[in-house]
């Protein structure tokens, strides 16, 4: 007696993901904007205070937080007089000040010391407004990291917003007729629509469907379609820039406090200086990373196009390649279709996808030096599996691009196919 | 524990696209249910987290203890029923009793051939793959169970072999 059978997967509502994102940008905005936006706006403004001699009633270093999250600042109190009246103010700078340390906040202290005679600044409109420092803080600077955190919570909620589009354009189209209908941690029933017998002939799926077409370019023939790569060039340069922003923002962050912060005695600051040396490291290679990309906007990659949106198993479509324009060339060109198992799947909390290519094939091999065009009939075998793609397990077709550039970083683009299951009118009945 | 019986007109386990699955069920259960349910449903096996899609469900409401009934399902196109490296994707009728864990199931194999569409284990092109040379030993053993002659699961659980 077997179990009903269940899943493994889970789904994560973009709904969340879209929340868990705005968390991230509100919360960087709203540092960013009380922090330093605000009091840079003031600074500026009290540009036109009126400079007022004041007493210091009391000065000492006061404290805020507990344990790990305990900072020192120092609590000025000062006195002054406008037009015969008498104001107090403890507003000692515009901008928050914090030490992890009480020698900072004592020398302003002793620098204030009660009793002492100093200059203010007065709003003239308002003259219960003052401020004993108006100038900027260098510590503010390290509120910009709070800018980190917008571009990622938007960035986030970017790539939420443009996937659910794209999923739902997908779904529009009919471009899941033989993806999952559902896909549940329990089975329940589902109604059952069986597909029509064209549902697999070439009409049945439109050019814009099935391959990602470039529909900016110029009108080509009648079903032939400019295929777009998986990731763009510009993508992936912009998607690595951001992530070694993160990254080394965030390291940058914890060595400035390991080396630089007072608290820490001499033997820490070695320690945490070594075991900050592969974060580092990688926080470097990010940053190569990102330069070759960069350096690989400036290649010429040959523009693939295709004599149909999708091709059925045992069917055939002919394919096109251009490299035009470009700073670079490539010495040395590959273009394969291959087709992959990819089966993702998770240890503990952490996701893994592994892949293996089952069936690779060669359309071109060459050192085209200069511009090359060329084109070759592709052949998708009738034997094998059709495209098909669930959460966790998928058969995904796809043309790649190898390019080899001398003394600039290679590339290898990938351009992914859609084959169909086999046309019914080829599919004889079970005697 | 209820008994419950799955069984195809000829005991057929190979199907082709759209093709017609029917045959019996049959059940004698232990105590009242509120529900049997016959789901036509594929899945996958291997190295992935499972996928699982419920493509169409006959339910019979408070059914007596025992009885039988017949099914009929149109099967849908696609996805053909496959074996690789890392995945393998299987079709089959469940039978399940609601409530509770009891349930029984039947696979069977969905592609234009109605036998499994076998992925080459390396890269290459299929034409060219001997597979009688292939060396099964090596194969992780849920795959070296697929690529050996299927007299195997399906027939066993085929009631009509008993």
Redesign the interface.
């Given at each position: 007696?077997?179990?009903?059978?269940?899943?493994?997967?889970s789904t994560t509502p973009a709904g969340c993901l879209i929340l868990f994102f705005s968390i991230f940008a509100i919360t960087g905005l709203a540092v960013f904007i009380s922090q330093f936006l605000i009091p840079c706006v003031q600074m500026l403004r009290a540009r036109s205070w009126t400079p007022t001699p004041c007493l210091i009633k009391s000065s000492a270093v006061a404290s805020r937080g507990s344990g790990k999250d305990l900072s020192f600042y120092p609590d000025v109190w000062y006195s002054y007089s406008v037009g015969g009246q008498n104001y107090d103010s403890t507003r000692f700078s515009f901008f928050k000040l914090s030490f992890n340390n009480t020698g900072d906040p004592q020398a302003v202290v002793n620098y204030f010391p009660p009793g002492a005679s100093a200059t203010c600044y007065v709003n003239p409109n308002d003259p219960n407004e003052a401020v004993l420092i108006r100038g900027f803080q260098p510590k503010a600077w390290s509120q910009l990291m709070s800018l980190l955190f917008v571009a990622i919570g938007v960035g986030g909620i970017l790539w939420q917003v443009l996937s659910v589009r794209a999923a739902k354009r997908n779904e529009a189209l009919g471009r899941k007729?033989?993806q999952?209908?559902?896909?549940?941690a329990a089975?329940?029933?589902?109604?059952?629509t069986?597909?029509p017998?064209d549902?697999?002939s070439r009409e049945a799926f439109p050019a814009s469907i099935n391959l990602k077409a470039d529909s900016a370019s110029t009108p080509l023939p009648a079903g032939e379609i400019v295929l777009k790569p998986t990731a763009t060039p510009a993508g992936t340069a912009c998607g690595l820039t951001l992530i070694t922003l993160f990254w080394n923002g965030i390291v940058g962050v914890f060595l400035w406090q390991a080396i630089f912060g007072a608290q820490n005695p001499g033997f820490m600051r070695v320690f945490i200086g070594l075991f900050m040396i592969p974060f580092v490291l990688v926080g470097v290679v990010l940053i190569f990373a990102v330069i070759s990309s960069y350096a690989g906007l400036f290649v010429a990659r040959p523009t693939l196009t295709a004599s149909a949106a999708s091709v059925p198993?045992g069917g055939s479509f002919d394919l096109r390649w251009d490299t035009k324009g470009g700073l670079v060339r490539a010495q040395k060109l590959t273009i394969n279709i291959?087709a992959r198992?990819?089966?993702?799947?998770?240890r503990g909390t952490d996701t893994y996808t592994?892949?293996?290519?089952?069936?690779?094939?060669e359309i071109f091999d060459g050192t085209p030096g200069g511009e090359v065009n060329g084109q070759s009939t592709l052949a998708i075998?009738?034997?094998?599996?059709?495209s098909?793609e669930?959460?966790?397990?998928k058969?995904l077709w796809a043309l790649k691009v190898r390019g080899e550039v001398a003394r600039w970083p290679d590339f290898e683009d990938e351009y992914r196919l859609t084959v169909t299951?086999?046309p019914?009118t080829?599919?004889?009945?079970?005697p | 524990m209820s008994t419950l019986e799955i069984r195809t007109r000829d005991g057929k386990t190979q199907f082709r696209p759209q093709e017609i699955i029917e045959g019996a069920i049959s059940w004698q259960l232990d105590a009242s249910a509120e529900a049997l349910e016959l789901r036509l449903i594929w899945f996958t096996q291997g190295k992935g987290d499972t996928d699982v899609s419920v493509e169409d469900t006959r339910r019979f409401e408070a059914p007596a203890l025992s009885g039988d009934s017949n099914f009929r399902f149109q099967l849908p196109a696609a996805p053909y029923s496959f074996s690789g490296k890392l995945i393998s994707l299987s079709w089959a009728l469940e039978f399940v009793v609601m409530p509770g864990s009891d349930a029984t199931r039947f696979e069977f194999s969905l592609s234009p051939s109605g036998s499994e569409v076998l992925l080459p284990v390396g890269e290459g092109d299929p034409s060219k793959l001997d597979t009688s040379k292939l060396n099964t030993s090596k194969l992780p053993a849920w795959l070296r169970a697929r690529v050996q002659p299927k007299t195997s699961v399906l027939q066993q659980r085929n009631p009509f072999e008993k």
């Open positions: 007696m077997a179990r009903a059978i269940s899943s493994k997967s007729s033989w999952p209908k559902q896909v549940s089975p329940s029933p589902v109604t059952s069986p597909l017998a549902a697999f198993l291959e198992e990819e089966a993702q799947y998770t592994d892949r293996n290519v089952f069936y690779t094939r075998p009738a034997e094998l599996m059709h098909f669930a959460k966790s397990n058969i299951p086999l019914l080829n599919v004889t009945t079970t | -």
